[in-house]
């Protein structure tokens, strides 16, 4: 039975971490006043004391840390599975190793003070550490580790956010910057510690005064040690073995390819997807503050939880309908079948064909130039992952559509793309293979609307320019931007062709030297003598409401 609601355990968790993460942010500024003067951290450690020293300041660090410790192990104990992303698992480690790190540091900075009444200052402190090389290392790395899992934090948060990208540079700038600096105030910190020493003959001058007075009894500081050690170690060893003690109920996911993932209940789907080695993406790392999880359920949606504020909100921000889930959240009851909208696949473009012999000459090709439109304003009302999801999946429908006839995708250009035939063919048989592409572009199109028919305000239209002629093809560009392309006046005209299926609301505009070329004819069709720039002949077009119905008159089926 839940006690408290994953919304609220998820605020709780993210307010408690932010606390923590601003006491650390404070804790490593003062370090890096070392760089200053030893003084100058000591005149920081009271003002930063004023704060966290202080009765409010003691109860919100603390409890902010007890509440931090118990989610993460709620959290921990609610994962149905181990099996998680690399930056996941480092989070998981950095945070769950800190109490080992830190325990004997908090006991020296705040449990001994208690019992002997003297505050620790920083001359003993730095002495205490740069004295032993283990806890030099030791600190050292605690110092990294609780920086790693505070950012870890930070970015599973931030990412998902849409003003992520315009501090992204600043931010990944302050993550590096701030451990170099404490640990470099730490080191010249310590240094100053030495030469004070050297100066002073020995530890009677007032920056050594507490060293003189009685300290507290070592054992009994070993013993506190050893009891926090072993406290965290057994919280944290408990809330594995109670992972391990057997779930009642037993339920399956079945996915679209017949692969079943046969989990305990309580499972997310994702969890499912993941304990059964399924790929399932999850940029935000299954915290619902993205959609690239969401799944369609097609079978078993009845009787199912309904969805948290949480992924309420992210399913109503983009107008999912009443069968899309978040995968990440949904913990099916009983067995579905779910299909993932997001596939693996449609984060990157297919590999293209090889493009040998095609460099450093000119050669007769046909060229395709496609473009959505609208989709500017279509994308204005979409999350920042919802759009490249969406325009992966239109950049693998034309790649198909492209490589499937024939051709070679030369490159995308913002919502648009240029494709190339006849390198290794014919012009005649290049301008049949263009024409096919146009065909299964318009079929794409009409199968991607129909996939998003429920989270589409207004379906996405295609604008499509096809002309044939000289080109130079060859590898161009700097370094690693290098790539087969093609530049000439057949390009330029395939772009303008494009331009003007746009201007008459047309799918296709088809200069008519291709179709001739194709041995095709398109009597009964629409056809205009067009002005280009730079030319003073006119050129026959012939302009097409919907390519698909070309389809009939190729000499293959499409």
Not at 39 to 62: C, K, Q
Request: one cysteine or more.
């Amino acid at each position: 039975m839940t006690i408290i609601s994953a919304n609220l355990r998820k605020k709780t968790h993210l307010i408690s971490g932010t606390v923590l993460g601003i006491f650390i942010l404070c804790h490593f500024f003062n370090h890096s006043l070392g760089l200053i003067s030893l003084d100058a951290m000591e005149a920081g450690r009271r003002a930063f004391n004023l704060v966290w020293h202080s009765l409010p300041g003691t109860i919100l660090l603390y409890g902010a840390l007890l509440l931090h410790f118990l989610m993460a192990l709620d959290s921990l104990y609610r994962r149905q599975t181990l099996r998680m992303p690399a930056g996941e698992a480092l989070k998981i480690v950095f945070g769950l190793s800190l109490p080992f790190l830190l325990g004997a540091h908090v006991v020296a900075a705040r449990v001994e003070p208690i019992f002997s009444g003297i505050d620790a200052d920083y001359p003993g402190i730095l002495r205490a550490l740069w004295s032993s090389s283990i806890n030099t290392t030791r600190q050292t790395v605690a110092l990294l580790f609780v920086w790693s899992h505070a950012c870890l934090g930070a970015w599973f948060w931030m990412r998902a956010r849409s003003w992520f990208p315009r501090y992204e540079i600043l931010l990944y700038t302050v993550a590096l910057l701030v451990p170099i600096f404490a640990l470099l105030g730490f080191v010249n910190g310590a240094r100053s510690v030495g030469r004070d020493y050297a100066e002073h003959g020995g530890y009677g001058d007032k920056a050594y005064a507490s060293q003189a007075q009685p300290r507290v009894d070592p054992a009994l500081l070993e013993n506190i040690r050893l009891a926090l050690y072993g406290g965290f170690g057994g919280v944290i060893a408990g809330t594995f073995a109670l992972r391990a003690l057997p779930a009642r109920g037993r339920i399956r996911v079945r996915y679209p390819d017949g692969r079943v993932a046969a989990v305990s209940l309580g499972f997310s789907v994702l969890e499912a997807s993941r304990a059964a080695g399924i790929p399932h993406v999850s940029v935000c790392g299954g915290r619902g503050r993205c959609s690239t999880c969401r799944v369609r359920v097609i079978q078993g949606l009845e009787g199912q939880p309904k969805p948290e504020a949480a992924e309420l909100a992210t399913l109503t921000r983009i107008g999912a309908p009443e069968n899309v889930r978040l995968a990440c959240q949904f913990r099916p009851v009983h067995s579905v079948t779910v299909v993932p909208i997001l596939d693996t696949d449609s984060l990157g473009i297919k590999t293209q064909l090889a493009r040998q012999n095609g460099g450093g000459r000119e050669r007769r090709v046909a060229v395709l130039f496609c473009d959505l439109r609208d989709f500017t304003r279509i994308a204005e009302h979409k999350l920042p992952y919802d759009t490249v999801f969406l325009l992966n999946r239109y950049f693998e429908m034309v790649g198909g559509a492209v490589e499937g006839s024939g051709g070679v995708v030369d490159k995308f250009i913002g919502d648009g793309a240029l494709a190339i035939f006849g390198l290794k063919t014919s012009l005649d048989e290049a301008c049949r293979q263009s024409l096919t592409a146009a065909v299964r572009l318009s079929q794409g199109i009409r199968t991607l609307n129909q996939t998003f028919e429920g989270e589409l305000e207004q379906p996405l239209r295609l604008a499509i320019g096809l002309h044939a002629g000289p080109a130079i093809i060859g590898e161009m560009g700097y370094g690693q931007a290098t790539s087969l392309t093609a530049v000439g006046d057949t390009i330029n005209t395939a772009s303008r062709l494009e331009g003007l299926a746009k201007e008459h609301d047309v799918e296709l505009a088809v200069s008519a030297e291709l179709v001739q070329r194709a041995g095709l004819s398109f009597e009964g069709k629409r056809r205009l003598e067009i002005s280009l720039r730079g030319r003073q002949a006119t050129l026959e077009t012939w302009i097409i409401g919907n390519a698909e119905d070309i389809a009939e008159i190729l000499p293959t089926a499409v």
